[in-house]
Nanobody
Framework: QVRLVESGGGLVQPGGSLRLSCVGS????????MGWYRQAPGKQRELVAA????????NYGDSVKGRFTISRDNAKNTVYLQMNSLKPEDTAVYYC????????????????WGQGTQVTVSS
């Protein structure tokens, strides 16, 4: 059974930083593209960032380019999302996703989802 467990969310002031982590189990982690998505109240779930299985290709949502960085450590079955210069509009539940596909131009979400972690940006 595939399991993705996120951590690292919380409350942060505008301009601050957070790092999210997602640990995967039950899948061959190093063979899977991974991604982060978010969903704010009343809005559709949207792509934040995605990374290919070996980390060579990354894709970011337009609203986070230049502020967020996705990375992975396949030895630890973990994908990270470093979030800098956070804004109130970044407030959302952030979900880890696995098993999708991506190129530099396109991302398709996979079938595996974590339970989500809340990120709140507020003064």
């Amino acid at each position: 059974q595939v399991r993705l467990v996120e951590s690292g969310g919380g409350l942060v002031q505008p301009g601050g930083s957070l790092r999210l982590s997602c640990v995967g189990s039950g899948l061959i982690f190093s063979s899977n593209a991974m991604g982060w998505y978010r969903q704010a109240p009343g809005k559709q779930r949207e792509l934040v960032a995605a990374i290919s299985s070996l980390g060579w290709t990354k894709n970011y949502g337009d609203s986070v380019k230049g502020r967020f960085t996705i990375s992975r450590d396949n030895a630890k079955n973990t994908v990270y999302l470093q979030m800098n210069s956070l804004k109130p509009e970044d407030t959302a539940v952030y979900y880890c996703n696995g098993g999708g596909a991506l190129t530099a131009a396109n991302v398709a979400a996979g079938a595996y989802w974590g339970q989500g972690t809340q990120v709140t940006v507020s003064s």
